[in-house]
Structure formats: structure tokens, C-alpha cells
């Protein structure tokens, strides 16, 4: 029945072109303009950890003086040096891994490449299991490397195709500023959107190709990239290379696998901002957050609020193309009176009318969403030539195509709705007795 159906829609589209034509164009810029922002939307507020970032916390601690206190303020985003290694080395979680960016210069062996910086992630040996970073060659540090000051790195596939032509590197040095590294691991392609474990950084589109052990590179006064906050007479720490101690620049996170775990870390922070407190380093009462990995990008806002926006003006206009379509069908529908009620004479149930021209509106939104997704692929085409960071992300996955023609079928099957029950309406004995 639903072949035959089917094929009574072709046919009566057939008969009225133009106005099929204008109901399949208004679905097609409706869907077009829609799954262009739904899609980019999609991409940037997406789960850069999937099945592992519910598990994934990021604490926060206030150690600020009491200027500015006021009820309700939030802790900062980052640490000081000695809060975050006085909670690396306190070990109560599942795993931990304190951080910062930097650049480093690279001094390649071969003489036919210059050296160049490169973007670095100064890190502790749980970073990489942690976060799930895929390895090609090798493996991380261990803890007993970062207690060691190991002169070890692990860099990316990016960077051992451009000075090892991509051979396995484990085990060859790496010359980096004026220290020779030993190289412990090569990284396969991962470059996590949006970059959730430092958005001081670089939110989209960032990515580091050297990684140290994070004692070693304060060792070597490596380059702090990011941003950092001080209060009171907060200046140049460190030999004034790195900020202060009354500066947080740090992020930290760690692993917990269980919600009673989350609890119970939630707690020691509690504790130990209140012992920081008793020993003087601390004037605020407890001022805590952990939030894990999703709320973390919420709270911070990834997603750019211009996105969102355009996405709700997006449904907008799908909204007004689908009124203008409800009122083309309901046009070409009841301009079909007479043919419906020939059927309805000869027996034809208004069920079995209603189901056929729906059918008919299904149709039209398939063809809609074939419209709709090439428009689409052209709105994202041209999203990926802004100047944005988030540009090259802008594409439409396996998903998203199933939801571009979902919705194409769904709208045009609820615009048909009305007027397929308008022309069902129509009394067949009067409108045959008029004809």
C-alpha cells in the first residue's frame, strides 16, 4: 500500500510542478540554513572525551587574599605552583596531572631544516593515560621520571614525520633549547576539540607537539604560554621567569571513578583549603569547585554565544519556510477536492486519504532534504572560510546527515498535517453534487 502511495504522489507532483517546486525549495533553504548552524553547534559543544569525561574532574581552590571578597565569588580557574604540587603529591585521586603550555625552540640534527618553535605541554607521567592520548611509538614517562627530572619527551606524528621522515624515534635524542631530550614516545594524531584540558591556550584548533615532564621544563625555564592571575604584590616568581607564588597559572586535573570518589575529593579540597587556612597561606573560608569535564567546557563557555544564536534564527526561518509550505499544501490539496472525493465514493476511507497525502508531504521533504543538505554543504563550506579557530571543524558527520533528512521528512510531514486533514474534511456527496 505504501508503494502504491507512493506512487500517487509522484504523479500528482508531477501534475503540479510549480508548486511542488516552491514547497521543495522553501524545505530545502529552511533544512539548508538550519543543519548549517545546527551542525557547527554540534561540533563545538561535542564531547572531546567520550565515555571517559564524566570521570574526568577539575578542581578548583581559592587562595586569593581578602580584597574583593565578596559572597558568592568563584574560585579561580587555575592554580599556584605550590597548591597544585602540594595536591599532585597528596595522590587522592584515581590519577592526577598537573600542567601548563609553553613553546619550545627545536634544534633539528639534520642541517637542512632550520630550527622552529613548536607548541609544548609541560606536564606529570598520568597526562597521557588520563586523557586516552594514542600512542604510534613507545609510551609516557613514568612517575618515577617526573620525581627523576628526566630529560624524556614524547612528541607528536606531526613532528617525527618532519625530522625522523616517520621512523620510529624511540630512544633518539631531541635537541631542545640548548638540552639534549631523550625521546620515550611518539603520538599518534590526537588533537582533542575543543583543546579541554587548557582553554587559556587555545579553545579550538590548538594542539602541542612536544610534551616534558613538567619538573624538568620549570628546570630548564621553558616559556609559560597562557594567562595567569596574581593579587597582592604578586610579580615574576621563580627567578622571574615564571608568575608568583600569590599568581595561579597551573591546571590540574585528575581522575575519578566512581561519583562517591568525586564526593570524597570534593571533601579533601574542603580540608585542605581550611588547613591552608590555619597555617596563614589562606585567608578565604573554602571557596571549592569540581566540576568534571563537561561542566568544566560549560562553565567556561566554549561554545561561542554568536553560535548559538544563529542557530536559534536558524530554526526561525525553518519555522516561516514551513508555514509557507503548510499554506502551498494546503492549495494544492484542496484544489485536489474533486479527485479525493471520487475516491472517497468509490469506497476509499478517509484514513486511507489522509495516509496518502502524507505521504505525498514525506516526499516532498525528502527532496527538501536532499535540497537542504547540498545548501548545507555549502553553508559549511563557507563557515570553513572564516577567520574563526573553530573554521576547520565545520563539517557534516555520519550523524548529522541522518538528522539533516530526519528533519526534512519530520517538518514536512507536520506542515502536511492540516492540509491533508482540511481536504479530507471536504463533504464528497456535496462537492461531487456541485461538480
Not at 41 to 68: E, F, M, N, T, W
Not at 103 to 118: E, L, R
Request: proline letters at 5%; one cysteine or more; hydrophobic letters at 45%.
Amino acid at each position: 500500500m505504501f508503494a502504491y502511495y507512493v506512487d500517487l504522489a509522484l504523479r500528482s507532483l508531477k501534475r503540479n510542478k510549480v508548486l511542488t517546486a516552491l514547497m521543495v525549495l522553501a524545505i530545502a533553504v529552511g533544512i539548508g540554513a538550519s543543519m548549517t548552524t545546527l551542525t557547527v553547534l554540534h561540533v563545538l559543544s561535542g564531547d572531546p572525551l567520550p565515555g571517559k569525561s564524566s570521570l574526568l574532574y577539575y578542581p578548583q581552590i581559592d587562595p586569593q587574599d581578602a580584597r574583593g571578597m565578596m559572597p558568592g565569588t568563584l574560585p579561580p580557574e587555575q592554580l599556584t605552583l605550590i597548591d597544585g604540587m602540594n595536591l599532585l603529591r597528596a595522590k587522592r585521586a584515581d590519577r592526577q596531572a598537573l600542567m601548563f603550555g609553553g613553546a619550545v625552540p627545536i634544534q633539528p640534527a639534520s642541517s637542512t631544516v632550520d630550527p622552529f618553535y613548536v607548541e609544548a605541554r609541560f606536564t606529570t607521567a598520568d597526562f597521557f593515560a588520563m586523557f586516552d592520548a594514542p600512542f604510534l611509538y613507545g609510551h609516557g614517562w613514568t612517575g618515577a621520571d617526573d620525581e627523576a627530572h628526566a630529560r624524556d619527551v614524547v612528541i607528536t606524528r606531526q613532528l617525527n614525520d618532519k625530522l625522523f621522515n616517520g621512523a620510529d624515534s624511540v630512544g633518539r635524542t631531541l635537541r631542545i633549547g640548548d638540552s639534549t631530550f631523550r625521546i620515550v614516545g611518539v603520538l599518534d594524531t590526537w588533537r582533542p576539540n575543543p583543546h579541554f584540558y587548557d582553554l587559556n591556550t587555545g579553545t579550538y584548533n590548538y594542539y602541542e607537539q612536544v610534551f616534558l615532564p613538567l619538573q624538568t621544563a620549570l628546570d630548564q625555564h621553558f616559556a609559560h604560554n597562557g594567562s595567569n592571575d596574581c593579587w597582592g604584590n604578586g610579580t615574576g616568581g621563580a627567578g622571574d621567569i615564571y608568575p608568583s607564588a600569590t599568581c595561579v597559572w597551573l591546571q590540574f586535573w585528575v581522575e575519578l571513578d566512581s561519583p562517591a570518589k568525586a564526593a570524597a575529593y570534593k571533601q579533601f579540597l574542603i580540608h585542605y583549603s581550611e588547613e591552608q587556612k590555619a597555617l596563614g597561606r589562606f585567608v578565604r573560608a573554602p571557596n571549592v569547585r569540581l566540576d568534571n569535564l563537561m561542566q568544566w567546557l560549560n562553565y567556561n563557555g566554549v561554545v561561542p554565544d554568536d553560535v548559538r544564536l544563529q542557530a536559534w534564527l536558524a530554526f526561525g526561518f525553518l519555522l516561516v519556510c514551513l508555514l509557507n509550505t503548510v499554506g502551498l499544501m494546503l492549495a494544492k490539496f484542496l484544489r485536489r477536492s474533486g479527485e479525493l472525493s471520487v475516491r472517497r465514493a468509490l469506497g476509499a476511507s478517509r484514513r486511507a486519504l489522509f495516509a496518502q497525502l502524507l505521504t505525498e508531504s514525506g516526499v516532498v521533504g525528502l527532496a527538501g532534504g536532499i535540497g537542504g543538505l547540498l545548501l548545507a554543504m555549502l553553508g559549511l563550506w563557507m563557515v570553513q572560510h572564516r577567520s574563526v579557530d573553530y573554521a576547520s571543524l565545520a563539517h557534516l558527520d555520519p550523524e548529522m546527515l541522518l538528522v539533516t533528512f530526519a528533519l526534512a521528512i519530520g517538518a514536512s510531514l507536520l506542515a502536511g498535517v492540516f492540509p491533508a486533514w482540511r481536504a479530507c474534511s471536504v463533504s464528497p456527496a456535496l462537492l461531487i453534487k456541485s461538480n
